[in-house]
C-alpha cells in the first residue's frame, strides 16, 4: 500500500464531551473512579483484597520496611491511574489531583534503581532475577504501561520529572536489548512496551526507542523460540505454574509477526502487539506488516469477535481459540481485550483513513468497555459473557472465571484502571484530523475547537444518539475559508442525507465510508439524519453456540434481557421475529434508557411439578411480551440471569 499521510486525533484539551450517554462515565473518572482506585492502590477500601501498589512502591524506595506483594505486574495499576490522571487533568486541570500525582511520580522515581531499572517486584522479591524470566516475569510489560502514563502526563502538564524517570528507564532496557553482540535477543512475553515505546519516540523524537520498539517486533518468532530456550536454563523456575509446557501461541511468538494471519494465543498481548505492528508499519512505511496488520485484523473481527466486540472467547489463558468458537455462557472477553481491540481498531483508522475499523471501535466502546464497570464507578467486570446463570457460576468450574456481579477489586486489577484511561481518553476517539480534513468518527455531543486551513473552527456537536439518530454539528469559522468534513456512515444506518442549513447536500460522496462535505465553511449547520432501528441480528451459521438464535441489536448497541423483567429461566425463552421490535424510552428505569420490548414465547413448566428430570412430552409454550436493556447496563440493579442470545422461533 501507498502510505499517506496519517490522520490524528485531537488535543483531549480541545474536546469538551456534554453527552448523557457518556458524559455520566466521564464524569465518574473525575470524582469517583480516580479517588476510589487511589484508595484500593492504598488498601483503604474495607472488604476487598488489598492492592498493595503504592505499599510496593514505599518499600522500595526505603521509605518503609516490608515485603513485595500482589503479582509480578502490579506496578502497572499505578502506572494506568497515572495515565488516567493525565488524560483528565488535560480536559479538567486540578491542582490538588495533579498535587496528588506528583507525590506519586516523585515515589516512582525514589524507587528507581541508579541504573534506570524500575520494578519492584524484581528490586524487592527477585533482585538477581532481573531480565532471567522475560516469559512470565512483565518487566517490559511493566515499562511499558509506565512509559505510556509518562508521555500522557507530559503532554498534559508539560512536567519532565516522570517522563526523565521513563526516558532512563528505556535507556536502560536500550542497553540491555537488541541485536548487538553482547545483548539479550529476548522479547517481552506481554507485550505493550512496544507501542508504548512508539509513544516515546514521538514526545522525545530520540530515533532508539523506535529502533528498540521495531526490534522487539521483528526478533519475535524468529530462530529458536527465545521463551522456550530460558526455560531450559537450570536456574529458570516459574512465575506461574500453569505455564509449564510453555505454547508459544500462547504469547504470538510461535511464528515471525509478518507470517501470522490469524489472532492467536492471549488475546491481550494480542491486540497490544497489533497496536504496535500498526504504529511501526506506518513510522518506517513497512508494507508486509501493515498487510499482515489488515491480515490479523480481518480474521480477529470476522472469525473470531463477539457481537459485542468482546475477543479471547477461552477462560483458560485467556486466549482465542479458532474460527467461529465463540461460545456464550463460559466465554471471556476480558475487558481488556476490548479496550486493546479499540486501540488497534483507532490506529487502523488513522492510517487508512477507512471507517470500517471505526465500526468495530464504537461497538467494543458501546458494549464490553461500558459493561465492565457500574453506574458507580466503584465495581467492575473483568469478563463479559453474554449469558450468565449465577447459580452456576461456581469455582474449580468451567465457568469460575464468570461473575453474576461486579467485583469491588480483583487480585489481578488490570481491567479497572485500564477503564479508567479509557474512558478519561474517550476524546481521542471522536475526531481525528489530516491537514484540512475532520473526521467525525462517533457521535457524541461535545464541543471542540479545530484549526482547519488556518483558520479555527468551533464545533458543537448535539445528539441523543444512540437513542436516536438525529445529528446537528454546528459550525462557526473564524474566517470563510474551504475545508473538508468527513462524517462516518454507519454500517447499520439506513437512509442516510445531511442537510445543511437546512437544505440537502446533494453534493455529499461516500469515500471509505465517510460522507464527503467540501465547501467554504463560515456559520453552518449540518444535520446528519439516519434510521437504526432497533431489530433482530443472527451469527454466521458456523458459529455453533448461536446457530438457530437471535440478538437484538440497535446501532452499535446490543441489547440483553434480565431477569429482574423477564423472570428466571432465561434459557426458556423464544422471540417470535415475524412480530417485530417495540422502542421505548423509559425515564425510570437506569436514569433513563430505551428499552426494546418483543413478542416471543417460554416453555412452561406445567407438567414438571414432579421434578423428574426428563420426559417424553412436547413442552407447552406461552405468549410472552419480553423487555431488552442494553447490554452495557446489565447488572446495574437486582443481580441474576443475564442473555444475549434468544432461541428464535421458527
Known sequence: MIFAEKAESLPLSSIKIQDSFWFEYIRLVKDVIIPYQWDVLNDRVPDTVKSYCIHNFKVAAGDVKGEFHGAVFQDTDVAKW?????????????????????????????????????????????????????????????????????????????????????????????????????????????????????????????????????????????????????????????????LRGYDPVYSQSHLPVREQDEAVGHSVRAVYMYCAMADLAYETKDEALMNTCVKLWDNMVNKRMYITGGIGSSGILERFTTDYDLPNAENYSETCASIGLALFGKRMAEITKDASYMEV???????????????????????????????????????????????KWFPVACCPTNISRTLASLGQYLYFQEKNKLYVNLFIPNKTKVILNQTEFNLELKTKFPFENKIELNIKACESKKSAIYIRVPEYARNYYILINGKLYEEMYIEKGYAVIERVFHEDKIEIMFEAPAEYARANPKVRADSGKTAIIKGPLVYCLEETDN????????????????????????????????????????????????????????????????????????????????????
Not at 469478563?383 to 472465571?401: A, Q, R
Open 361 to 407: 471501535v464504537e461497538r467494543a466502546l458501546y458494549n464490553t468497555v461500558l459493561s465492565g464497570i457500574a453506574f458507580d464507578g466503584k465495581s467492575f467486570f473483568y469478563v463479559n459473557p453474554l449469558e450468565v446463570w449465577p447459580d452456576n457460576c461456581m469455582s474449580h468450574t468451567s465457568k469460575e472465571h464468570v461473575k453474576p456481579v461486579r467485583q
Open 82 to 242: 497515572l495515565e488516567a490522571v493525565a488524560y483528565t487533568l488535560e480536559v479538567y486541570p486540578d491542582k490538588k489531583l495533579e498535587a496528588l500525582a506528583d507525590e506519586t511520580i516523585e515515589l516512582i522515581e525514589k524507587a528507581q534503581s541508579e541504573d534506570g531499572y524500575l520494578n519492584t517486584y524484581f528490586t524487592i522479591k527477585e533482585p538477581k532475577c532481573r531480565w532471567q524470566n522475560l516469559m512470565e516475569g512483565h518487566e517490559l510489560y511493566t515499562a511499558g504501561h509506565m512509559i505510556e502514563a509518562a508521555v500522557a502526563y507530559y503532554k498534559a502538564t508539560g512536567k519532565r520529572r516522570f517522563l526523565d524517570v521513563v526516558m532512563r528507564l528505556a535507556d536502560a532496557i536500550d542497553e540491555q536489548f537488541g541485536p548487538e553482540d553482547g545483548k539479550c535477543h529476548g522479547y517481552p512475553g506481554h507485550q505493550e512496551i512496544e507501542l508504548a515505546l512508539v509513544k516515546l519516540y514521538h514526545v522525545t523524537e530520540i530515533n532508539k526507542y523506535l529502533r528498540l520498539a521495531r526490534y522487539f517486533i521483528d526478533a519475535r518468532g524468529k530462530g529458536e523460540n527465545y521463551f522456550l530456550q530460558e526455560e531450559k536454563r537450570p536456574s529458570f523456575k516459574h512465575i506461574f505454574p500453569e
Open 567 to 650: 423472570g428466571d429461566n432465561l434459557a426458556s425463552i423464544y422471540a417470535d421475529t415475524g412480530q417485530g421490535l417495540t422502542e421505548c424510552y423509559d425515564e425510570e428505569m437506569l436514569d433513563g434508557v430505551l428499552v426494546v420490548l418483543g413478542k416471543g414465547k417460554k416453555i412452561k413448566s406445567f407438567g414438571w411439578e414432579d421434578n423428574k428430570l426428563y420426559k417424553t412430552m412436547k413442552p407447552e409454550l406461552e405468549d410472552i411480551t419480553f423487555k431488552a436493556i442494553p447490554y452495557c447496563f446489565w447488572c446495574n440493579r437486582q443481580p441474576g440471569e443475564m442473555i444475549v442470545w434468544l432461541k428464535e422461533l421458527m
